[in-house]
């Protein structure tokens, strides 16, 4: 079978975002990454795109970042980043997440995101399926939106990305937790690691109940 270009994983993300464009004029996509893993931040991405994006200001490639090798998202951060009209990208720390739980701190970091935009967008593409309360412009959810639309594709690209920076360099100062090889995900590897060596503030003491790092009573 011969493998799709580029331009073909992107060309049905881009004529979703054509429609929505063509009604509502600028929009936003926002994703997250890193809802799953017991500790770090959950990092959250809005991107705006510009209005009748083509030619150069398009970046091919974009699709689910889990989809991605990570030399590839590495190369389409950079593109995205460049040919966005406004993006940004918001942690949200394990204390957050601890205080709040990991739906509504991640919503608020959705929220975080939208209202941090440079530009006000009429509408914000949500992947799931529900948005953050709050937000002043309408928002829609989009299921599995990160392979649906390009705008949330290239946020879902932002928010790896970021994250996955951060944990190396969290590795590189924790080096006996071995987070550059599971960012921090529940695997066996990890939690052997963190019966030998214990928890670091950057952990989710709510996701390690089990493990007795969650206080009675919180």
């Known amino acids: 079978m011969k493998r799709r270009s580029d331009e073909e994983i992107s060309a049905p993300l881009y004529e979703y975002d054509a429609a929505i464009r063509a009604q509502y004029g ?4 926002v994703d997250e990454a890193g809802r799953g ?7 959250v991405a809005g991107r705006v795109l510009y209005p009748g994006e083509r030619g150069h200001r398009l970046v091919y490639g974009i699709n689910d970042s889990k989809k991605l090798t990570e030399k590839k998202r590495e190369t389409l951060f950079d593109e995205i980043v460049e040919k966005a009209l406004a993006y940004k990208i918001v942690f949200v720390g394990p204390d957050i997440i601890d205080r709040d739980n990991i739906l509504n701190a991640t ?7 939208v209202e941090g935009l440079d530009i006000v967008p009429n509408l914000v593409l949500i992947d799931g399926n529900r948005t953050p309360a709050g937000l002043t412009m309408p928002a829609q959810p989009v299921v599995k939106g990160d392979a649906t639309s390009a705008s949330i594709g290239a946020a879902s690209v932002l928010a790896k ?6 944990m190396m360099e969290l590795d590189r100062q924790y080096p006996q937790y071995q987070l550059a090889k599971h960012k921090g995900y529940p695997t066996k590897l990890h939690y052997e690691l ?3 060596y214990g928890i670091q503030p950057f952990y989710r003491r709510s996701f390690l109940k089990k493990q007795g790092y969650w206080p009675e009573g919180k």
């Not at 600028?26 to 996509?29: E, N, Y």
């Open 26 to 29: 600028f929009f936003a996509g």
């Open 107 to 113: 919503m608020g970091g959705m929220r975080q995101a």
């Open 194 to 196: 963190i019966a030998q």
């Open 37 to 43: 893993p017991l500790c770090g931040p959950v990092v």
């Open 161 to 166: 990305v970021s994250r996955d920076r951060y």
